[in-house]
């Protein structure tokens, strides 16, 4: 008799007939039968799977900014730095993730880049959406989604609230007992660097006792910029390691576009005022 492990002796519930199986919750057949190659070189599984995966880290990203968003509004600082948290996570193993694509060289890619036509990570809705959120909203951005009005849609929906930089701005105005020009809230623009938002965040940092939560808040904000650069960073490397200086198939300049992309600064004066201390 062999003595191999049987799990149903172990109490292992074996038949799935009549009940919801681990395939089922997690909608196994739709999620591999997502990976459509259009051409028979090796290396498009690895491309198709890399970024899928990084399209779902995007939609939990989107998920958790979505939740903490309302709560920083509502004073409930403590439950949106969890989240805060968990984003800045998300970011790690979405730079963790280039490790893999790099073992993917230039003739490899060659196989297959001219099947992807015109298409690129730039048309990619939930990237923009995760810009939007944080406040970085260039509206030259949504016209590639004119063709997807559902999409479109999301992303103009999304330049219609306040940004989650808003949101820790409003609470840094009630902390200092300052107000802000209003122009900080426009909506539809990316934030651009004002020095009495330097001034009030050099307060906070110049006694970070005394106002802890704002203090916390404004490093969750440092850490999850920092990790996006990161991946900014990692992608104009390997871009520039599998395709040179070549044009984007998206249509832009490629890695200088990518590079100019290096100097944006989501929460710029939680930067700037670093030196002032
Ligand atoms: C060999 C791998 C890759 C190459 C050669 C590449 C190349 C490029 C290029 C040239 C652009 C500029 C737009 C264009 O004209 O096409 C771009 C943009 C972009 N790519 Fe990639 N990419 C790669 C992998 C990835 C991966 C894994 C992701 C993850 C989702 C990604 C997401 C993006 C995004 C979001 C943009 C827009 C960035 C922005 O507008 O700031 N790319 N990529
Ligand atoms: N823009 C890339 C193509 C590319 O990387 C891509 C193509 C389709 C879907 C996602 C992509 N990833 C990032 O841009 C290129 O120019 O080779």
New binding site residues.
């Given amino acids: 008799m062999s003595d191999a492990y049987d799990p149903e002796k172990d109490g292992a519930k074996m038949s799935y007939k009549n009940d919801m199986s681990y395939g089922d919750y997690l909608d196994m057949d739709n999620l591999v039968a997502a990976q459509r190659p259009l051409s028979s070189a090796h290396d498009e599984m690895l491309?198709i799977i890399?970024?899928q995966t990084?399209?779902l880290w995007m939609r939990l990203i989107l998920h958790e900014i979505s939740a903490a968003r309302p709560l920083i509004a509502a004073g409930k600082h403590n439950q949106a730095f969890k989240m805060l948290a968990r984003v800045a996570r998300i970011f790690e193993q979405l730079n963790n993730a280039w490790d893999v694509?790099r073992t993917?060289t230039p003739s490899d890619?060659s196989h297959f880049r001219d099947d992807l036509g015109a298409s690129?990570?730039?048309q990619?809705h939930q990237?923009r959406l995760i810009e939007f959120m944080l406040g970085n909203r260039n509206t030259n951005m949504l016209q590639v989604h004119e063709h997807r009005p559902d999409l479109h849609a999301r992303l103009a929906a999304e330049l219609e609230k306040p940004s989650l930089y808003h949101v820790a701005l409003n609470a840094l105005e009630v902390e200092t007992g300052t107000t802000f020009a209003p122009e900080v809230y426009r909506m539809n623009t990316p934030h651009e660097s004002s020095d009495e938002i330097i001034a009030a965040w050099t307060k906070i940092y110049r006694a970070p006792e005394e106002h802890w939560v704002l203090y916390e808040l404004a490093e969750k904000l440092v850490d999850l910029e920092d990790y996006f650069r990161r991946w900014r960073f990692n992608?104009v490397t390997?871009?520039e390691r599998?395709?040179g200086f070549r044009?984007?198939?998206?249509?832009?300049s490629?890695?200088k576009?990518?590079r100019r992309?290096l100097e944006v600064e989501l929460f710029p004066e939680l930067w700037h005022m670093r030196g002032g201390l």
């Fill in positions: 491309f890399q970024h990084s399209e694509l993917m890619y690129s990570g730039f990619s990237y992608h390997t871009v599998v395709i044009r984007g198939t998206g249509g832009t490629g890695v576009y990518l992309m």
